[in-house]
């Protein structure tokens, strides 16, 4: 093989190393997610108590409290329910906190009637009873006693913010399944369950986008 060929095929192997990759295989932009939320809803660790008298024993989780962060795992969980239909948009947050309401009944039990000295069971009464007060009078993680299905305190998701530059608001009550430790500083069964609620989160703002 002379020079001549030689440097041709030399040529043709450089080219090919410089041909554009389709855009098919170099795939699309991932979905954005731009959290605008305030300092104090990204803040604190475990649980953080809200003030006011409607709002005792009321908690906001801290975004530490996942793994992944949420607003992380929240990306990745819608970008699972909308697929392709994901690429190249923007999810921005401008509010979002998920609380712990450990208000309302935490059980089934039965009331004391005091005859003579002596304590004897009464009318049973039933979990669930939700929030002493008012939505509107609740600083956050207001819920009522039809939406829960457990007995034990539930976990309240409140997202307000634009897909694709549409306003878009959704609200998930999840029942925790079983009793967990309840402070959020690390322990396998309250990730879980925080997981599992940012993963419902994930599937409200879907089904809200394709209304």
């Not at 908690?59 to 690429?87: C, F, H, M, N």
């Not at 921005?92 to 009637?113: H, P």
Request: proline share 4%.
């Amino acid at each position: 093989m002379n020079k001549r060929l030689i440097r041709f095929y030399a040529l043709l192997g450089v080219l090919a190393f410089q041909q554009p990759v389709p855009a098919q295989e170099a795939g699309s932009p991932a979905l954005v997610v731009i959290d605008l939320r305030p300092k104090e809803e990204k803040d604190g660790v475990g649980l953080i108590a809200l003030t006011g008298k409607c709002n005792k024993d009321v908690y906001r989780i801290a975004d530490v409290a996942t793994d992944p962060i949420k607003v992380e795992a929240l990306r990745s969980g819608l970008s699972e329910q909308l697929g392709l239909a994901a690429d190249g948009k923007t999810l921005t947050v401008l509010n979002w906190s998920i609380y712990y309401n450990k208000q309302g009944a935490q059980g089934s039990f039965l009331d004391s009637v005091g005859i003579q000295g002596y304590n004897l069971p009464g009318k049973k009464k039933e979990a669930g009873s939700g929030s002493k007060c008012s939505q509107k009078e609740s600083a956050g993680g207001w819920y009522k006693g039809s939406e829960v299905t457990t007995i034990v305190p539930p976990m309240i998701s409140e997202f307000s913010g634009t897909y694709a530059g549409k306003p878009i608001d959704v609200r998930v009550v999840h029942s925790v399944r079983r009793k967990i430790e309840g402070k959020f500083k690390g322990a396998a069964d309250d990730t879980e369950e925080l997981l599992q609620i940012v993963s419902e989160t994930a599937e409200a703002l879907a089904s809200a986008i394709v209304q």
